[in-house]
């Protein structure tokens, strides 16, 4: 089964994204079909511990009948073999549903979630799956497949007296009653808890993220009580929908309780009036608990019955956020010619652009230095470019194409993205550099070159071969381990990994000592011996010599775009304007 994984995944992003979900489902269908069937046959087996009881009742113990006895036991004891052998199935075929719908939506659900993280529901998402995937194989759902064998038990209540039939159908009435009133009373309450529990959970990474700063800065019991104070308000709301469920399931048991020995009782007073037989008696209290058995399951898993549908909801939606993966023509490499249309990206509350309609052409092989004051859109302009978020009006082409019709991952091979904090991640110094290319099972010997080849490229070989292991020193959680300047010379060099025609360099200099200063300068300078073209954001001069081209960004507008010396005549004293003449060899020698 598990050997289908690849196969399935790959199957899987052909469907559209919100349809995901519902797609994975009818591919489990067969499985919940099984499943329906054997519960069929499992309540159809469940009888049979009654008619055994009938028959000890009324024909052995009046007849003193043994051998009846003996063969009336191996029967029911093959009945019993044979029910818990389905229900047996019955739980494997819902554990291997389980395991398709994750084969199914996991991937599409995960690249969701990189694709949105701003979404509150994108740090959730996983985990409501996960929930949402327990619920369809647990409990619940074996309760609402036996839920339509409630009228079968009934049947043969009313065919042992209909006086027995009529006290199951009360109970049969008000049990469900019971469970529409918890719903009615729980559901806006669990649905906001589950917000909350989002909320919380989201704040929680984010401290456990920053928790070295926190505890440097004297923030932690700050931030431990606000943490706290997020969880007293789920809590809260948690115990009240928890109480009332509480109270409903309580009522629910008693009147299961209850009608089972009204049952005993009933059956008592009708065989005193010679109505029904002695065996009767038990068989009525024993048929009353069965029909009961699977409405007061559900009760008992409302709850999760709720929190599936919202899951549902919530994991569609999150979905939906994500385009549809589609087959898109394989455009030749760019050679690094970058136009910018019209560009406009609004911020997060959608009331301001972050960028207002940005237009500029940069020829291939050039060097363009991004300056201007901080919050001026820098940052923002290069994440747009490097396709790390979308923009909201305007285009960014890539040799006069459109970078929407690339697919992304193949486009991203052709850029070497630089941002600002790195973002190095768990795992191995080279699989880091080589951006982890051996998950797709590319082949080491190759990829140990490139990696190599970058790190030397932009003067990292030597500092990576010092650590403990060399290019196999394992980082941590987020990159930690290693210093802010070590890590941005690591992240450069998975930048230049692969050869890429565009480099997107966001404070590359930002935490770099003297002499990775001087590598930086070397390796722009190397690069531009390339014809790579490369926009670097930087607020130190030394990159200068190198640049070709200068943009000044203030306040999300394009305040100037030309050659180096002519924006430098305009933004600098005279007496700084003297800027050595790039040379290629120099620099990158």
């Known amino acids: 089964m598990f050997q289908l994984i690849p196969q399935l995944r790959a199957k899987s992003m052909v469907a559209t994204n919100s349809d995901m979900l519902r797609h994975a489902v009818q591919k489990a269908r067969r499985h919940f079909g099984a499943v329906a069937t054997f519960s069929a046959l499992l309540n159809a087996l469940y009888i049979t511990p009654t008619l055994y009881m009938l028959q000890v009742y009324d024909r052995v113990v009046p007849t003193q009948g043994l051998q009846t006895l003996l063969y009336l036991t191996l029967v029911l004891i093959f009945a019993l073999i044979t029910l818990s052998l389905l229900d047996r199935l019955r739980l494997r075929l819902l554990i291997r549903a389980g395991v398709k719908l994750d084969m199914i939506v996991a991937p599409a659900l995960l690249d969701a979630t990189l694709g949105r993280p701003d979404l509150p529901s994108a740090r959730q998402g996983l985990r409501d799956f996960d929930t949402l995937r327990s619920t369809l194989s647990g409990p619940a759902i074996l309760g609402l ?15 042992v007296h209909p006086w027995i039939g009529v006290l199951a159908v009360v109970g049969c009435l008000l049990l469900p009653l019971v469970a529409f009133t918890t719903w009615r009373a729980t559901r806006h309450k669990l649905a906001q808890a589950q917000l909350l529990a989002s909320v919380s959970y989201a704040s929680q990474d984010e401290l456990l993220a920053a928790a ?20 007293e308000a789920m809590i809260a709301t948690q115990t ?59 009760i008992a898993t409302w709850k999760s ?8 909801t919530d994991i569609r939606t999150l979905l939906a956020t994500a385009p549809a993966a589609r087959i898109k023509t394989t455009l030749p490499p760019p050679k690094g010619k970058i136009s910018v249309e019209n560009l ?3 911020n997060e509350a959608r009331d301001g652009a972050v960028l207002q309609n940005i237009s500029l052409a940069i020829p291939a092989g050039e060097v363009v230095a991004v300056v201007g004051p901080s919050g001026a859109g820098k940052s923002t302009l290069i994440r747009a470019i490097a396709g790390a978020l979308l923009p909201d009006r305007g285009k960014i082409r890539l040799d006069d194409a459109d970078a929407q019709d690339w697919d992304p991952e193949i486009l991203a091979r052709h850029i070497g993205y630089l941002p600002q904090d790195s973002t190095l991640l768990a795992g191995s110094i080279a699989d880091n550099i080589a951006r982890f290319s ?15 080849a970058a790190a030397s490229k932009v003067g990292a070989d030597a500092l990576i071969r010092r650590f403990p292991n060399g290019y196999d020193h394992q980082l941590k959680s987020g990159g930690k381990g290693i210093s802010a300047g070590q890590a941005q010379r690591i992240a450069l060099a998975r930048a230049v990994f692969g050869d890429p025609a565009i480099l997107l360099l966001d404070e590359p200099n930002a935490h770099l000592d003297t002499e990775g200063d001087a590598a930086l300068i070397a390796a ?62 120099k620099a990158a020698s």
């Open 305 to 312: 019955l709720i929190q599936a549908r919202q899951q549902y």
């Open 344 to 346: 406009t990206v609004m």
């Open 438 to 452: 051996t998950e797709w099972g590319e082949d080491r010997t190759c990829l140990d070159t490139d990696v190599v």
């Open 524 to 585: 722009l300078g190397a690069l531009k011996a390339e014809r790579k073209t490369v926009l670097v954001v930087s607020h130190k001069l030394g990159i200068l010599p190198v640049v070709d081209r200068i943009l000044v960004m203030r306040d999300g507008h394009m305040e100037m775009f030309g050659p180096r010396d002519e924006v430098l005549a305009k933004i600098t004293p005279p007496n700084m304007r003297r800027v050595p003449a790039p040379s290629v060899a």
């Open 212 to 231: 070295d700063g926190i505890r440097a800065l004297g923030m932690r019991r700050a931030l431990v009580t606000r943490q706290l104070r997020q969880r």
């Open 240 to 298: 009240q929908a928890s109480l009332a469920a509480g109270s409903f399931l309580t009522l629910g048991k008693f009147i299961r309780l209850a009608l089972q020995s009204l049952a005993l009782g009933l059956g008592a007073l009708l065989a005193v009036d010679n109505l029904i037989s002695t065996g009767a008696i038990f068989a009525s209290s024993f048929l009353i608990a069965r029909a009961l058995q699977p409405i007061e399951q559900l």
């Open 145 to 159: 497949f036996d839920a339509p064998w409630v009228p079968v038990y009934l049947l043969v209540c009313f065919l």
